[in-house]
Every structure is written in structure tokens, then in C-alpha cells.
């Protein structure tokens, strides 16, 4: 009677996991690549600041959650009329780094495993990359389309974002959202590709967010 109570727990537990893997902040849907926003001669560009621009990301499984950042090392937005039309950022993978984990020895494994084939695959894939396809005004929120390549691999999403222009520096910043990692064949313990995981699977959606600041750059 007491193990069955356990299995009935634990398959309550990871019922309850898949539901709040389903209601993640902001989830996008990945669709074909779509063509890049083509950049007017007369619209402003700002160059991304490095220093101050950055990704930051959070995985989860059953048993918690870990989370961490990924830099920026180069990029722009175009402005066309006041309005964001374009751009791009180049996120680079070896950058990855752990925030929650204070034991440097388990910090360490998790980069080195998050750097892996099993993930990122660092060593072939150094870099990943969005490009701006669209931006649109839905509901009130500026929803930015774009070209997300991982590990080789290019799908298009969106996220809501907001955007401001402070002079000669904008800063782009989205809300919290969602991908599913297996659509760029990040399928280490994914319950859609192993079996019998049970709390040992890690979930599929990666949460991340993203703060992109620019200057503006200097007229030819």
C-alpha cells in the first residue's frame, strides 16, 4: 500500500510539472524561417553596447530549476520614422554562465554539460543568432518577429518587448518567453524522445529574456 501510495505521488508530481511546463511565460510557437527585415538606407542605427546587453536564460525539471546568462558580442536595431524596423544580435554560446549554483565544482559541470552535445554544443556551434523579420503592435505590446538560429538551426518566433529611445541610446527589453528547446534538437532528457524518465526528465521550454541597449552610431 505504501509504494503504491509513492507511484501515485510521484505521478501526481509530474502531472503537476507538465501542467505548469504548459503554462510558461509568453510560450512561442517555432514556424519556418522567414525572411529578414530589409534595412532602409535612411534609417537610424544604433550599435549594440556589449557591456551592457546580455541574455538570460532558465531550465527546470521536477526537482527544481537553474538559471544564468549568456552575453552579447555584437549587434544592432534600425529605427525607421521613430519605429523599430530591424536588427540583429549574435549570442555567444561559450559566454554561458550558472547564477544559482554556489558550489564551484557544480557550477562548473553544469556549463561544461550545458556546452555539450547533449545541448549547445559549444565547440561546433559557437554562436547562436536572432534576426529581426517583423515588429508589430498587438494588444498594446510591440511583438518582435524574428529568426532564432541554434546549434544551426533556424525558426522563427516572437516575443512582446518593449522599447525605449533615450537620445542617442535605445534599450531593448523583452518580457520573459518561452521556447521549445527540441525544435533545435536539444533533446537530452526530453519526455517527447525518452521513455521512463520519471523525475530525472528535464523539461522542454527554456525560458529567456533578453536586454539589448544600443548607440546610436556616428552618420557617414
Not at 13 to 29: D, H, Q, R
Not at 108 to 117: C, G, I, Q
Amino acid at each position: 500500500m505504501k509504494n503504491q501510495f509513492l507511484k501515485v505521488a510521484v505521478v501526481f508530481f509530474l502531472g503537476l510539472s507538465v501542467i505548469a511546463c504548459k503554462k510558461a511565460n509568453n510560450e512561442t510557437e517555432a514556424k519556418t524561417a522567414e525572411e529578414v527585415a530589409q534595412i532602409a538606407d535612411s534609417a537610424a542605427k544604433y550599435n549594440a553596447d556589449t557591456e551592457n546587453s546580455s541574455v538570460t536564460w532558465k531550465g527546470s525539471k521536477p526537482a527544481g530549476e537553474h538559471n544564468g546568462t549568456i552575453n552579447i558580442s555584437e549587434g544592432y536595431l534600425a529605427f525607421e520614422d521613430g519605429n523599430l524596423s530591424g536588427g540583429n544580435f549574435i549570442i555567444d554560446m561559450n559566454t554561458i554562465v550558472n547564477l544559482d549554483l554556489e558550489s564551484e565544482e557544480y557550477n562548473t559541470k553544469l556549463v561544461n554539460h550545458l556546452k555539450s552535445a547533449d545541448f549547445f554544443n559549444v565547440a561546433e556551434n559557437p554562436f547562436s543568432v536572432f534576426a529581426i523579420t517583423s515588429v508589430d503592435e498587438k494588444e498594446g505590446k510591440t511583438m518582435v518577429k524574428g529568426n532564432l538560429t541554434v546549434k544551426g538551426i533556424k525558426k522563427n518566433i516572437e516575443f512582446p518587448a518593449t522599447v525605449v529611445v533615450n537620445g542617442d541610446v535605445v534599450t531593448l527589453t523583452s518580457e520573459p518567453f518561452t521556447i521549445d528547446r527540441t525544435e533545435w534538437d536539444i533533446k537530452f532528457k526530453s519526455g517527447k524522445f525518452f521513455e521512463d524518465l520519471k523525475d530525472k526528465v528535464i523539461h522542454d521550454n527554456i525560458e529567456l529574456s533578453v536586454v539589448l541597449t544600443a548607440n546610436k552610431a556616428a552618420a557617414l
